[in-house]
């Protein structure tokens, strides 16, 4: 990493980096990536997903969207304890006694859509402050990459790469739950299969998070 004591144009551009780019970040996937609309796939759409095949797609979708928000909240959580605490006691212990139940707490949530638009309010909080966090502990040279990790077994050194990661992630599976609960789609339990343009939002998803993916990863090496 460029060192950010010396006066330079990284230096520059790291301090504006911690505010600016989470703001855009979070702005342009509440404004495009929140609100889906697939009036078009069930009107246009002969082929459709039902019975147990719907069945285990909606439980994997709403099981891995569910667990990977709830994780990313403790790693909020972890974050600030180790910066502004120095201890993270307290949130080993609730992982490990009470993630079930949130998981299935967070599962009915998505299931109603103010709630689910809720939620991804809350992961896009989620993403500014981790993202200010992260900006925080690099200036104060605090080392936070034991603390961003799933369960412990993927750890990386660029956090800012891997929070635009965690990010992107989420906001593919809330797409394509956004489309499984979308309407009367499962109380019909019938879901239209997509089109091929149906895949665009995705692409327009990955493009526009590979952005900040490429700027952060030029920045810091």
């Known amino acids: 990493m460029f060192d950010i004591n010396n006066f330079s144009i990284y230096r520059l551009l790291y301090y504006f980096s911690g505010l600016v780019c989470p703001i855009l970040v979070s702005f342009n996937s509440l404004n495009n990536f929140t609100n889906y609309d697939f009036y078009n796939n069930k009107q246009n759409n002969n082929a459709y997903v039902k019975g147990r095949e719907l069945l285990l797609l909606t439980t994997i979708t709403l099981f891995t969207l569910s667990y990977l928000v709830l994780n990313y909240i403790f790693i ?42 809720f939620i991804k309010k809350i992961i896009l909080i989620n993403f500014f402050i981790i993202s200010l966090n992260i900006w925080f502990s690099q200036i104060n040279n605090i080392l ?6 799933i369960n412990n077994i993927f750890k990386f050194e660029n956090l800012y790469v891997l929070n635009i990661i965690y990010l992107l992630t989420l906001e593919i599976i809330f797409y394509f739950w956004s489309y499984i609960s979308y309407s009367s789609y499962l109380s019909d339990w019938s879901l239209p299969i997509p089109k091929t343009i149906g895949v665009t939002p995705v692409l327009n998803i990955v493009f526009f998070h590979f952005l900040p993916l490429l700027y952060y990863s030029i920045l810091l090496n």
């Open 144 to 149: 936070l990459n034991d603390l961003f990790s």
């Open 76 to 117: 909020n959580f972890k974050i600030f304890f180790k910066l502004f605490i120095n201890s993270n006691e307290y949130i080993s212990t609730f992982e490990s006694d009470k993630q079930i139940f949130f998981v299935i707490i967070i599962c009915i949530l998505l299931i109603f859509k103010k709630l689910c638009l």
